[in-house]
Every structure is written in C-alpha cells, then in structure tokens.
C-alpha cells in the first residue's frame, strides 16, 4: 500500500496526546449537588465504560478520515512501455478498386485490401516500440485510429475497415497524405514517417499531391510509397489503366521527402516490402515506466463513517448517557 499525500498522515500522530488530555480532564459534571451527602445512595454504584468506548469510537473514527486524506491506493500493476522516438502514419487506400483480386496467396485468388490489411497487422506487431496512426482515404480521408502504443487497439481498427466503409467511388492521394500529416505536425519525435499504400491515381479531393508532398518535405516527414495492383492480372481481367497506380506520382512524392517508391506487383513483393520497411530508422529504445493504483480513499472514508455512526448509535441507545 502507498499513499498519494503521506504527509497528511502526520496528522494521526497529536491524536493520542489529545485524546489523553481529554481523558485527563474529564467531562463536565452532569449536575451540580449542594451536598455530597445527595449522592450516599449511589457510592456503590460501579463506574461506567461507556464514555471511554465512546470516545474510543470517536477518536477511531477521526484516525479513518485523515488516512483518507492522505489517499492510500494499492499497486496493481506496473508496466515498463518502450517508445522508440519514431512515429508512423500508414495511409491506406479504402477505394472500390482495392477490392481487385489480383493476388494470389496459396493458389488462391485475394484483394488488394484484404492482403493489405493482412501484410499491415504484421508490420503493425513486429514493431512494438513506434507509435503507429492509421488514415484511410478514398473520395475523403480519415482519421481511423490515432498514433498509439497501444497496438491492440490499432489492430482492432485495421481489423473493422472494409472498402465501402467511406464513399470509395474515387481517390483522393492529396487529402490522405495532409490528413496523415496533421498527426506529425505538432509531435516531437526523432523520425516521422508515412507509409502510403494505393492502387490508383489522384482523382479527388481538396488538396492535391503535389501540394501535400511540399508540406511534408518542410515538414521533415518521410513518405515511403506502395504502389498496389498487378499488372498482367489487371490486363487480363481487361480492367481499364486506372485499376494501376500512378507510379510517376509515387516516385515523386517519395523522392521529394527522402523516402522510397515501392512497387508490389505481388503477394511476395509487397512483403517483402515490409520487410525492407521493418529495419528502417530503428533507434536505441527509451523505457517509459507506467503504473496502474487501486485507490481506497472511499473505503477509508466509507469505515470512519461507519465508525462514527456506530459511535452516534451506541451513544443513543445501548451506551446512552446522562448530559
């Protein structure tokens, strides 16, 4: 157990000095007698303890009150979180064309979404010391999960996006990367970084790429570029170019903020990938210690409570005094 305020406990310690003064003298009479010859009848009477118990009750119950000041709390946990000092932003592409089957995993036909998300979980658990936000844009962007330790809870939200889950009818590169840089602006970290995964060219939004690559290059972020979609695959479905990513685009937003253009024509390429990304940028880990308190300040003041009622009780009925 520990307290937040123990200084305040050290106001149990004049607690028995007064209680013992006020026991010295006394309390005062219940009546005054001319003549103590009034009170014969009563020399045999036997002292009472019912003042004593009482008074016991109420210096007990004075005692709870100040140790619920002092605030005691148990230890319930302590948790020691590594922070490398490098935040990533993903910007994922939640357009209609990322339901293309286009890629195989295990003989079997799968999305580029679906595969994405996958190959992005892994990235996600294999570095534990980032903090990692999530943007997924299509006609507009969106914050889906803000930058975090708490990897668990980016998980879950990469596991509930969907295509459909936002107007996905086009794409909107510009918008995503400005919203991935309003969660980097303001943040002191040794490195900041943003993973951009698309499958199409810039056909929407307010802001355009060219303008959103300027801001993260005065920015000092990295934008490291995923051009997704095969090509023969696409060519033999007879789908139209725009089922292809801008790769000129990407390059040139890459270029331009010291990170790289990648392209995965494949399930194994686009892991590979992540792979490369995985061993970039890490740094010695800084330790930052949490630690999780029970409080027991209402259970503190909740018993001196009780014993003051108890004492109030007693002193009303069993223990009951004269004035």
Do not use: C
């Amino acid at each position: 157990m520990s307290f937040a305020h123990p200084y305040l406990l050290l106001l149990l310690l004049p607690l028995p000095l007064f209680a013992w003064l006020k026991g010295r003298r006394g309390r005062s009479p219940a009546f005054l007698y001319s003549s103590v010859r009034l009170m014969t009848g009563l020399s045999r009477a036997r002292r009472s303890q019912a003042g004593a118990i009482l008074a016991a009750l109420r210096w007990l119950a004075l005692a709870l009150l100040i140790v619920a000041l002092a605030q005691p709390r148990l230890v319930k946990s302590t948790t020691e979180v590594k922070a490398s000092g490098i935040d990533i932003v993903v910007a994922l592409d939640l357009s209609g064309s990322m339901n293309t089957p286009d890629y195989e995993v295990g003989g079997q036909r799968i999305s580029r979404f679906n595969l994405a998300k996958s190959v992005l979980e892994k990235f996600v658990a294999e570095r534990p010391d980032d903090r990692i936000g999530l943007v997924v844009f299509a006609a507009r962007a969106f914050l889906a999960s803000p930058l975090t330790l708490d990897h668990d809870y980016l998980e879950d939200n990469i596991e509930r996006l969907n295509i459909g889950t936002i107007n996905s009818d086009a794409t909107a590169i510009g918008d995503g990367l400005v919203t991935a840089l309003n969660q980097l602006r303001d943040v002191k970290a040794k490195s900041k970084i943003i993973v951009l995964m698309t499958d199409g060219a810039n056909n929407s939004g307010q802001i355009g790429p060219d303008t959103a690559t300027e801001a993260a290059a005065a920015l000092g972020v990295k934008v490291f570029t995923i051009g997704l979609g095969n090509r023969d695959i696409v060519e033999a479905m007879g789908l139209p170019p725009g089922y292809l990513p801008d790769v000129e685009a990407l390059q040139k937003i890459s270029q331009a903020t010291g990170g790289t253009a990648y392209r995965a024509e494949n399930s194994e390429k686009l892991r590979q990938i992540y792979t490369e990304l995985n061993q970039m940028e890490k740094t010695q880990a800084v330790l930052n210690k949490y630690t999780e308190f029970k409080e027991l300040f209402a259970w503190a003041v909740a018993a001196g409570l009780a014993v003051l009622l108890l004492e109030i009780v007693l002193g009303q009925t069993v223990l009951r005094r004269l004035p």
